[in-house]
C-alpha cells in the first residue's frame, strides 16, 4: 500500500472537508470541556470566602464567664471564612437533647454551647478539695456535628472551626477572669492548679461519625459511576439489539416490554454491586443491614433514572453529539453533590433538580439514621425525573422501531438477490436500529446470522 502524501491525487476534493472536519471536531471538544469543567470549577470559585453561609447554633446553658468566653472569642473570629453563630436563648434550647435534634433536623451544619454550670465547676476547683479532683475541663465548651453530611465540610469547616472557637475561648477567659482567679486558687492544691492552667478543654457530639478514607468519594466518584455504568451498559444493549436485529422484527410493546425488564433488573444489580463495595470498606463505620437495604434502594432509583434520560438522549441525539450530552449530564450532576450550594454563587442552586444532589441528600439521612430529612424535595425530584424519563425513552424506542421498520422494508426491496449457489433469499438487515451502540464480539461468537444460515443450506 503506498503512502498517501498530502499532496497525492487520493487528496484531491478530500483536503479541505478533512481539515474542516478535524478542526471543527477538535475545537468542539475543546470548547466541551472548557465550558463543562469551568462550570465545575466555577462552583468552588472563592469557597473559602463562604464559609460564613455555614449556620452553627450558639446556646449558653452555662450563664457565666465561660459563656462570656465563648461570645467574646466569636466576635473576633467572626468573618467571610468562618462559619456563622447564631446565639438562641437557654428558653428556646433547654438541653442538650434540643441542640442535638436542631443539627440533626437539619436547621444547622453544627452547634456549640457552654454547658450548664460549667462557670461555677470552675470557680469551685480552684478552691481545691474535692470540687478540684472532680473537675473534667471537657464539660465546659461543646459542639455538635454530623460526621457522615458532606464528611469533608464537617471534618475541614465545621470540626476544625469549633475546635479553633474553643481555644480562642480559653484564651479570652485566661484574659478576663485570669488573674482573679490566680488570687483566689489554693495553691496547695496540685488539682486546683491544673484546673487554673487547663480551664477549658472542647468535647464534641458526632451524630455520626465517618472516618473511615472512602467516604471523600461518597459524594463525588461513588456519584459519577453508575452514570457511567449506565451509559456503558445502555450502549451494549443498543449493540446487542442491532446485531441480533431486534428493531424492525418486533412491535414496539413488546420492545419496549423487553427493554424496561432489563433495565430495571440490571439497575437493581448495579446499584447492589456499588453498595456493596461502598460496605466492604466501610472499616468501623456504624451502619447496619437496615442502612445497606435503604441505601440499595436509593441507589437504584437514582441508577434507573439515569438509564431512561441515557435512553432518551441515544433515541433523539445524533450520535456525533452524544458524547456532548454525556459529559456535560456528567458534570452537572457532580458538581451538585461535591459541596453544599452554600460554598458555591447562587447561581448553582438550579442543581436541587438534579437527580444526584437529591439521591446523596437521602443518602446523608440514610446514613445519618434519619437526621437531616429531605425526602419531601428529594422523592418527588427523583419520581419525576423517573416518570418523565420513562415516558420520553418510551416515545425514544418507539421513533427507533418505526425507523428501523422504514430501514427494513426499503432493504427487502433491494435485497432480492439469490445467495450464491441457492435459490434461498438473502435476509434482509436492519441497520443501526436500536441507535449507537459499542462493538460487541462476544454477541458475534452466540449469534452470527450469515453463519447459522450457512449451516442450514
Known amino acids: 500500500m503506498g503512502r498517501l502524501l498530502w499532496r497525492d491525487p487520493f487528496w484531491n476534493g478530500k483536503r479541505k472537508p478533512f481539515v474542516i472536519a478535524v478542526v471543527g471536531s477538535a475545537v468542539s471538544l475543546l470548547l466541551l470541556f472548557l465550558g463543562t469543567m469551568s462550570y465545575l470549577y466555577g ?23 465561660i459563656g462570656q468566653s465563648l461570645s467574646t472569642a ?45 462557670s461555677t465547676r470552675l470557680a469551685s476547683a480552684l478552691y481545691g478539695g474535692d470540687a478540684a479532683s472532680d473537675y473534667n475541663a471537657s464539660n465546659t465548651l461543646t459542639y455538635v456535628w454530623n460526621g457522615v453530611r458532606y464528611p469533608t465540610v464537617q471534618t475541614g469547616y465545621i470540626g476544625a472551626n469549633m475546635e479553633t472557637l474553643i481555644g480562642a475561648a480559653t484564651g479570652v477567659y485566661n484574659a478576663m477572669n485570669g488573674t482573679a482567679a490566680a488570687s483566689t486558687i489554693n495553691t496547695n492544691d496540685r488539682n486546683a492548679v491544673l484546673a487554673l492552667l487547663n480551664p477549658i478543654t472542647s468535647s464534641n457530639i458526632n451524630i455520626m461519625p465517618t472516618e473511615q478514607g472512602s467516604r471523600v468519594v461518597y459524594n463525588s466518584v461513588s456519584i459519577v459511576m453508575p452514570i457511567v455504568q ?20 418486533l412491535n414496539s410493546k413488546r420492545i419496549g416490554i423487553l427493554r424496561f425488564f432489563l433495565s430495571i433488573t440490571y439497575t437493581f444489580l448495579a446499584s447492589l454491586s456499588l453498595v456493596g463495595y461502598i460496605w466492604a470498606f466501610r ?25 431512561v434520560v441515557l435512553d432518551t438522549a441515544t ?13 456535560t449530564w456528567v458534570i452537572l450532576n457532580v458538581t451538585s453533590t461535591i459541596m453544599p450550594f452554600e460554598f458555591s454563587p447562587r447561581f448553582y442552586r438550579w442543581g436541587y433538580t438534579l437527580p444526584a444532589h437529591n439521591a ?18 428529594a422523592l418527588p425530584v427523583l419520581f419525576a425525573w423517573e416518570v418523565f424519563g420513562t415516558i420520553a425513552a418510551i416515545f425514544g424506542s418507539m421513533k427507533r422501531n418505526r425507523a428501523a421498520q422504514k430501514d427494513l422494508m426499503s432493504s427487502q426491496d433491494e435485497s432480492s438477490v439469490l445467495t450464491s449457489g441457492t435459490d434461498r433469499m438473502e435476509q434482509p438487515k436492519t441497520r443501526n436500529g436500536a441507535g449507537p451502540g459499542l462493538p460487541v464480539p462476544w454477541a458475534d461468537a452466540i449469534y452470527m446470522p450469515d453463519l447459522a444460515r450457512n449451516r442450514t443450506l
Open 43 to 65: 462552583s468552588l470559585y472563592h469557597d473559602g470566602s463562604r464559609v460564613k453561609a455555614l449556620n452553627i447554633l450558639a446556646v449558653d446553658l452555662d450563664e457565666g464567664i
Open 74 to 118: 466569636y466576635a473576633a473570629l467572626q468573618g467571610d471564612d468562618f462559619p456563622t453563630l447564631h446565639f438562641h436563648s437557654r428558653a428556646e434550647f433547654a438541653t442538650v437533647d434540643d441542640i442535638r435534634h436542631a443539627v440533626c433536623k437539619g436547621d444547622y451544619w453544627g452547634a456549640i454551647f457552654a454547658q450548664d454550670g460549667a
Open 230 to 249: 449506565q451509559f456503558f451498559f445502555l450502549m451494549a444493549l443498543n449493540g446487542i439489539s442491532n446485531q441480533f436485529n431486534v428493531y424492525g422484527r
Open 283 to 307: 472499616e468501623d463505620w456504624g451502619v447496619n443491614g437496615n442502612q445497606f437495604a435503604l441505601s440499595w434502594m436509593v441507589m437504584w432509583l437514582y441508577m434507573h433514572v439515569n438509564f
Open 315 to 327: 433515541a433523539f441525539i445524533p450520535v456525533s453529539f452524544l458524547t456532548f450530552f454525556v459529559l
Open 360 to 377: 446523596v441528600s437521602m443518602l446523608w439521612q440514610v446514613w445519618s439514621g434519619g437526621c437531616n430529612n429531605q425526602l419531601g424535595r
